[in-house]
């Protein structure tokens, strides 16, 4: 049972380079999340995508993009990196079905620092 | 809007000792709540829920009672091990349409030394 495979684990980025988080899950979940953890500020979303094939904003979407590939998989881009995005991501992903009550599925992590 | 606030940490106590963390909720409408426990090193892993007032959620000798009256889900264990130690993050979903999203506390850091 993979669950949630996030990568890479770690990466460090220079400022002004782009990258791309991985994302993919293999429980048939529909919803699929992005998150950013800093200290003391808990998790923040970033995108989200409630179903294959749709995706919309989170409490903090500036400077990334999300591309929903197919039901399995969900990328976060970082297009030109900052200072401000060295953060542990976390993608996570969920049943999401109306009435019915599910946590959500993480992954590990991936710790990226920009400098 | 929907939010959580959790007690700040770090929280350190001795092994088998008692353990509280309160969290509050504000949220219109009748939220499901949450605690995650995170591991050092770990992503989040679902610790227990509850999703109407007055249910209590419990698992691996943790506890939560969801409290309307307070709007409260105060986290307890009888008596916390070494292995307990750990962030723990209150959360809550309230559904709008068909997508419910997770509205995450800030997370409290608990030590227990043995």
Known sequence: ?115 | GNSVTQMEGPVTLSEEAFLTINCTYTATGYPSLFWYVQYPGEGLQLLLKATKADDKGSNKGFEATYRKETTSFHLEKGSVQVSDSAVYFCALMNYGGSQGNLIFGKGTKLSVKP
């Open chain 1, 1 to 115: 049972n993979a669950g949630v495979t996030q990568t890479p684990k770690f990466q460090v980025l220079k400022t002004g380079q782009s990258m791309t988080l991985q994302c993919a899950q293999d429980m048939n979940h529909n919803s699929m999340y992005w998150y950013r953890q800093d200290p003391g500020m808990g998790l923040r979303l970033i995108y989200y995508s409630a179903s294959e094939g749709t995706t919309d904003k989170g409490e903090v979407p500036n400077g990334y993009n999300v591309s929903r590939l197919n039901k399995r998989e969900f990328s976060l881009r970082l297009e030109s990196a900052a200072p401000s995005q060295t953060s542990v991501y976390f993608c996570a992903s969920s049943k999401a079905v109306l009435g019915q009550v599910g946590g959500y599925t993480f992954g590990s992590g991936t710790r990226l620092t920009v400098v």
